[in-house]
Every structure is written in structure tokens, then in C-alpha cells.
């Protein structure tokens, strides 16, 4: 069965500076992998998602995430973030051919000015 | 496109009192899921639906618990009696794809307070 994990619940961090988010995942298959984020009282909205192919993955709002087999990974990062940033950060997980996605327990974005 | 809608919003009830809760999928789409989430467990996948179709249950907490899709447009989520624990926001998200590779785009969700 695949397992998804994010490796901090909260990331505090300056308007402007660069951010990283961590997950890492298991499955014995081929897996596609997802970002979502979720705003205040909203529901989940794709970010970006791999399929298998390229390693780095570009999304919406300047966000983009590395493939890393070998260490199962798959990082988000922003260059530079924005106060509008601060937001939920889920990174999910599905087997190929498979129809349940596995979510992370989420990564609290907050963004200070 | 009005996205996945959701109704109600919010819901405060009673233990022991029936709560439905709805869903209207984007049109096209064929496939339905409801969660749940909550502070101790995250996000749960409850139940998949396919063409109205449940395909995987295993989510669904307890017989308190039943989904139905009477057509490609409509479902719903019901707790029957409903308990404190139940408390969560329950979204439901669609998708154009038979398996879950396709982006699953979610409702604002259903806050249900159970006292």
C-alpha cells in the first residue's frame, strides 16, 4: 500500500524569501503524485501534479516540485513567496491504474510580511 | 462552470439526528468522491463513485454511514443517528477519469457540527 508523509506541519517564512516543502512517499508501483493547496475555508485545488516523464514538475501560482525516485520525494518549492501564499499544503499519492489517492496530514504555509 | 457545489454549508445538529448531505458534480465528469476531514485524521476518502456506481466503500466509517448517486448529477451523504464524532468538514470532489490519475476538483465542503 503507498503512504504519503509530509515532514513539517507548519512553515513559517518571510514575504519574499524562498520556500520548500517536504513529502516523501512508498509503494512498491508507479505512482503519480499531486499538490494541492487549500485557502481558508475552501476546498482542495490541484497545484501541480507528475506524471511519469519529467522530473520537474511546474504549477500554477509560480510553485514547482522534483520527481526524486531514488529518495521518494517530491519537494515543493516557490522562489518567492506572497502573503496570498498562506495557505494548507497537501501532497497526495496514487498507484498507477489505482483510483484512490492517498493524502499527506498537510503542511501549514504561513507567510509574514 | 459553477465547480463542484456542495449544500449545506454549514450544519449544526443533534446527536442522534439524521444528517444529508449533498453534492453536484461538474457536468461531464464521471467520477464522485466524499471525504472527510478532520484535525486528528486529515483527509479521508469515505466512497468512489464511477458512472453513479459505488466502486470502494472501505472509507465509510460505519453502517451509520450511506452514500447514493441517483444519477450523474446529484449525490448525497447521509449520517443516520448521527454522534459528536462525526463532527467534520465533508467535501466532495469530481473528476473526469475512471481511476484517479485526473485532477479531482473539490466542493467548498459541509461543516457539520454534531452536539
Known amino acids: 500500500a503507498q503512504s504519503v508523509t509530509q515532514l513539517d506541519s507548519q512553515v513559517p517564512v518571510f514575504e519574499e524569501a524562498p520556500v520548500e516543502l517536504r513529502c516523501n512517499y512508498s509503494?512498491?508501483?508507479?505512482?503519480?503524485l499531486f499538490w494541492y493547496v487549500q485557502y481558508p475555508n475552501q476546498g482542495l485545488q490541484l497545484l501541480l501534479k507528475?506524471?511519469?516523464?519529467?522530473?520537474l514538475v511546474k504549477g500554477i501560482n509560480g510553485f514547482e516540485a522534483e520527481f526524486n525516485k531514488s529518495q521518494t520525494s517530491f519537494h515543493l518549492r516557490k522562489p518567492s513567496v506572497h502573503i496570498s501564499d498562506t495557505a494548507e499544503y497537501f501532497c497526495a499519492v496514487i498507484n498507477t491504474g489505482g483510483f484512490k489517492t492517498i493524502f499527506g496530514a498537510g503542511t501549514r504555509l504561513f507567510v509574514k510580511a | 462552470d459553477a465547480g463542484v457545489i456542495q449544500s449545506p454549508r454549514h450544519e449544526v445538529t443533534e446527536m442522534g439526528q439524521e444528517v444529508t448531505l449533498r453534492c453536484k458534480p461538474i457536468s461531464g465528469h464521471n467520477s464522485l468522491f466524499w471525504y472527510r476531514q478532520t484535525m486528528m485524521r486529515g483527509l479521508e476518502l469515505l466512497i468512489y463513485?464511477?458512472?453513479?456506481?459505488?466502486?470502494?466503500d472501505s472509507g465509510m466509517p460505519e453502517d451509520r454511514f450511506s452514500a447514493k448517486m441517483p444519477n450523474a448529477s446529484f449525490s448525497t451523504l447521509k449520517i443516520q443517528p448521527s454522534e459528536p464524532r462525526d463532527s467534520a468538514v465533508y467535501f466532495c470532489a469530481s473528476s473526469t477519469s475512471a481511476t484517479s490519475t485526473d485532477t479531482q476538483y473539490f466542493g467548498p465542503g459541509t461543516r457539520l457540527t454534531v452536539l
Open positions: 463513485f464511477n458512472n453513479n456506481v459505488p466502486i470502494d
Open positions: 507528475y506524471l511519469p516523464g519529467s522530473t
Open positions: 509503494s512498491s508501483v508507479s505512482v503519480y
